[in-house]
C-alpha cells in the first residue's frame, strides 16, 4: 500500500523527456543546429538563451543569446587564452544579462530556406577575405549567428565543400598530413591584388 503512493507511472500524453513550452510564448523552439542548454527570462519577457552548436575537439562550448534586444555573445574577451564560454560561463553572462534587460520578446527568428541560407554563407566568407593573406574559418565562427541560420554543422560544411569548387577563389579546403583522420580546414583566399 505505501508503495503504491510513491510510485508514479507515466502516461502516453507525459513523455519522459517531453519539452515544456515556454511560458512567455506559449511553446517550444528547437532551432536545428543547435541545442539549448538554459534559458533565462529578461525583465520585462525576452528570453535570454545559452546554447551550443558543436561538440569541437577541445570541448563544447557555449553560446548566449538575446531574443528582445539582439545581445548575442560566445566568447570572454578579457580573457587572452580559451576565451569560449563553459557552461558556466555561458549561464552567468546569460543570467547577467537578463537581470538588466528590458527588452520585450521579439517574433521566434523563421528557419530561412536552403538557399537564404547559402547565401548568408557565402557572404560570411566573401567579407572573411583580407587583402594580406588567407583567413582560416572554422564552423563554430558561426555561433552566434546560428539562431538565424538554423543549420547543422554537417549541413554548413557540405556549402563550404561546394563553394571550394564552384569558386576556388574565393575558398580553399586544406587536409591535414599530420593526423590519422581526415581533418579538413577552410580557408577563405586573400583578396586579388590590384
Known sequence: M??????RTRTAIEPEHAPQPWPEIGETWKPEGVVVTQRF???????????????GANGTYYSVACLGCHFASAED?????????S???????????ATTCRAL????????DDDTAREQLHAWVRRARRNTEDVQLWPSDLDLIRL??????DWIVGVFQQLA???PEALRIE???????AFVSYYARRLPQD
Open 77 to 85: 574577451r578579457q580573457r587572452t587564452y580559451n576565451r569560449r564560454y
Open 2 to 7: 505505501a508503495l503504491t503512493l510513491f510510485s
Open 148 to 153: 538565424t541560420l538554423q543549420r547543422t554543422n
Open 87 to 97: 557552461l558556466a560561463d555561458a549561464a552567468k553572462v546569460a543570467n547577467e544579462h
Open 175 to 181: 587536409r591535414s598530413q599530420y593526423t590519422d583522420h
Open 41 to 55: 527570462l529578461g525583465l520585462a519577457g525576452a528570453v535570454v538563451l545559452v546554447y551550443t552548436a558543436d561538440t
Open 105 to 112: 520578446p521579439r517574433d521566434l527568428p523563421a528557419r530561412p
Open 165 to 167: 569548387v564552384d569558386q
